[in-house]
C-alpha cells in the first residue's frame, strides 16, 4: 500500500473512531494528523530499510546423550533448516523442555 492510501485509510479510520477532532463547521481538522501520520510512515520506511536482523547466539543441537549433533548461527537458523519451531528450541534452551524430536539445544558459548 503506498503512502498517500495508507494515512488516508487511517485518517477515515480516526475519524469514525472520533479521534480526530472537528472544528466550528463540523469540518475534520486532519492536518496534524495527516503530519504525524506521514512523519510515522517516513520513520517506519527508514527503519525498515535497515540491515535485516542477523543477529543471536550460535546455538548447539545434542542428543540425549548430550553428544553435539548440529551447529547453527541462531535460533531462526536452525528452525529454518530443521523445519521446527523457533519457540520450542528457546524453550529447550531455557529448560523448559526437549524439542518434540528428542534433541537437547544449548547457547555455543555456555
Excluded at 28 to 40: H, M
Aim: proline share 2%; aromatic share 10%.
Amino acid at each position: 500500500m503506498d503512502q498517500d492510501k495508507a494515512v488516508n485509510k487511517t485518517l477515515r479510520d480516526m475519524n469514525q473512531f472520533g479521534l480526530i477532532s472537528k472544528n466550528e463547521e463540523g469540518e475534520v481538522r486532519s492536518g496534524e494528523a495527516r503530519l504525524f501520520l506521514n512523519a510515522l510512515w517516513v520513520a517506519g520506511k527508514e527503519w525498515r530499510r535497515g540491515k535485516p536482523r542477523e543477529g543471536g547466539r550460535p546455538i548447539v543441537q545434542m542428543d540425549r546423550g548430550k553428544k553435539i549433533i548440529g551447529r547453527f548461527n541462531n535460533v531462526l537458523d536452525a528452525s529454518r533448516k530443521l523445519k521446527i519451531s523457533k519457540h520450542t528450541i528457546y524453550h529447550s534452551i531455557y529448560g523448559a523442555y526437549m524439542t518434540r524430536k528428542g534433541h537437547y539445544w544449548k547457547h555455543a558459548d555456555k
